[in-house]
């Protein structure tokens, strides 16, 4: 077992005491936990607005992309939007809201991960527009600090309950 699991173990002891019920992690996968919908929200990212450019860039068929993107919408991460080429009929596009924009350092803790542990070399990287710095995802508790595995505490939130 790595020294982090370790820590790690030992700092979730008291979680024995209480129940996992309504788990954010839990709730989240539910919401977005289908491939495809990372895929489209990471083409979304990437500015992808359009349903036929969804499917080709996530390499998923136009079905999947439909109920994909219908459960985005439906969950507020994606808006639909109306637009009109000219001389075409008016069509839908689709938007990232403030809620689906939230999402960012979740793919890009995951990206992080893969360039790290899947790719010889990174595939894609994202850069500070303003600088060209890397950017990559930490952890940070509220004061500001970095926080490492090793120095976090679980502990119950407001909505949990105790086991019996």
């Excluded at 689709?94 to 899947?118: F, Q, S």
């Excluded at 926080?147 to 909505?159: F, N, Q, S």
Aim: proline share 6%; with cysteine; hydrophobic share 40%.
């Amino acid at each position: 077992m790595s020294e982090v699991a370790v820590k790690l173990t030992g700092r979730l002891s008291p979680r024995d005491e209480w129940a996992a019920d309504g788990c954010p992690i839990a709730g989240t996968l539910e919401v977005i936990g289908a491939r495809s919908s990372f895929l489209l929200l990471r083409e979304a990212f990437y500015g992808c607005t359009r349903f036929d450019d969804f499917a080709r860039r996530a390499g998923i068929s136009e079905p999947v992309a439909a109920a994909r993107l219908r459960e985005l919408v439906d969950h507020g991460l994606l808006a639909r939007e109306p637009y009109q080429e000219p001389g075409k009929r008016t069509r839908e596009q689709y938007a990232l809201t403030p809620k689906g924009a939230e999402i960012l350092p979740v793919l890009t803790a995951l990206m992080d991960w893969g360039n790290r542990w899947l790719a010889d070399s990174p595939q894609v990287q994202l850069r500070h527009r303003e600088c060209g710095a890397a950017v990559s995802a930490e952890l940070r508790c509220a004061s500001g600090h970095a926080v490492a595995p090793g120095e976090l505490d679980l502990v119950p939130g407001a909505g949990s309950r105790r086991r019996r």
